[in-house]
C-alpha cells in the first residue's frame, strides 16, 4: 500500500516537469555591469571581478622606469631602492667579510641610516595618500585589539599599496641592521658569521639565533657577556 503514493507522486512529478518551458541562455560577457535589477540574481562569474587595492597603484612601472624617473613615483622608488640596492651588498658581508671594501661599507652606520630616511620619505609619502592606497588608522589599531582577529587583520592592511611599501622596507632595513650587527661582533670577537648573516638576510631573526649559538658553541660567551665582561676589567 505504501507504494502506491510513491508511485502517484512520482507520475505527478513527471506530469509537472513537462510543463516547465525550456530555457535557451544567450552568452553573455563576464563583464556585464550589475544593475539594480540583476544584483542579487546574477551568477558571481559573470560579475565583474573586484580589482584589488594592490592592483590599481597610482601607477603601474617596472622597476627599471621608477628608478631612472625617480619622481614618477616618489613612494614606488623609495621601495625599489630599498628592495634591490642592498642585495649586492649582502654578498659582501657572506662571501667577503673580511675585504677592506666591505668593512668600508659597513662599518660606518650612514649607509644604514640613508635607508632609514628612504624608509621615513615613504611613510610621510604614505599619510599624503588618497584613501584607496593608504590603510585606514583605525584597521591599522585592530592589529592590538584582543577581540579582532590579528592575521585577518594584517591581510587586510597588506591590500593597501602604501601600507606594503612601507612594511616591506622596514622588514629589509631591519635585517639589515641586525645582519651588520652579527658580523661586526664576528669581527670584533673572531667569530664566523657568514652562515648567520646569509640566514638573517633570508628569514631574519633566525639568523640572530644562529650567531648566539655559534657563540656559546665556540665557547665565546654571548655578545652581552663579552660587552660586559671587558667594561668590568677595563
Not at 24 to 49: D, E, K, M, Q, Y
Not at 71 to 81: M, N, Q, R, S, V
Not at 138 to 166: C, I, P
Not at 175 to 184: A, E, N, P
Request: aromatic share 10%; proline share 9%; charged share 15%.
Amino acid at each position: 500500500a505504501s507504494e502506491v503514493p510513491f508511485t502517484m507522486m512520482l507520475l505527478l512529478l513527471t506530469q509537472a516537469a513537462s510543463f516547465v518551458p525550456s530555457c535557451s541562455f544567450a552568452p553573455t560577457s563576464s563583464f556585464a555591469p550589475i544593475t539594480s535589477a540583476t544584483r542579487g540574481h546574477t551568477s558571481p562569474h559573470l560579475v565583474r571581478p573586484m580589482v584589488s587595492r594592490v592592483a590599481q597603484p597610482p601607477s603601474m612601472l617596472d622597476a627599471a622606469t621608477v628608478l631612472t624617473s625617480p619622481l614618477l613615483d616618489p613612494i614606488a622608488t623609495g621601495f625599489e631602492l630599498v628592495t634591490l640596492v642592498p642585495q649586492p651588498f649582502w654578498l659582501l658581508l657572506i662571501l667577503l667579510p673580511n675585504w677592506k671594501v666591505t668593512r668600508a661599507v659597513f662599518e660606518p652606520i650612514w649607509p644604514l641610516a640613508i635607508l632609514g630616511l628612504v624608509h621615513f620619505g615613504i611613510v610621510v609619502l604614505s599619510t599624503q595618500g588618497a584613501p584607496e592606497v593608504t590603510a585606514p588608522l583605525d584597521l591599522f589599531n585592530k592589529l592590538f585589539d584582543v577581540r579582532e582577529d590579528g592575521l585577518k587583520t594584517y591581510l587586510e592592511l597588506g591590500s593597501y599599496r602604501n601600507f606594503a611599501a612601507e612594511e616591506w622596507t622596514h622588514v629589509l632595513i631591519w635585517d639589515l641592521f641586525v645582519g651588520r650587527y652579527i658580523w661586526l661582533d664576528g669581527r670584533r670577537r673572531g667569530i664566523f658569521t657568514p652562515h648567520s648573516v646569509l640566514l638573517t638576510n633570508l628569514i631574519g631573526p633566525p639568523g640572530l639565533i644562529v650567531h648566539l649559538i655559534t657563540c656559546l658553541v665556540l665557547g665565546k660567551g654571548l655578545p652581552d657577556d663579552a660587552e660586559g665582561s671587558r667594561a668590568a676589567a677595563a
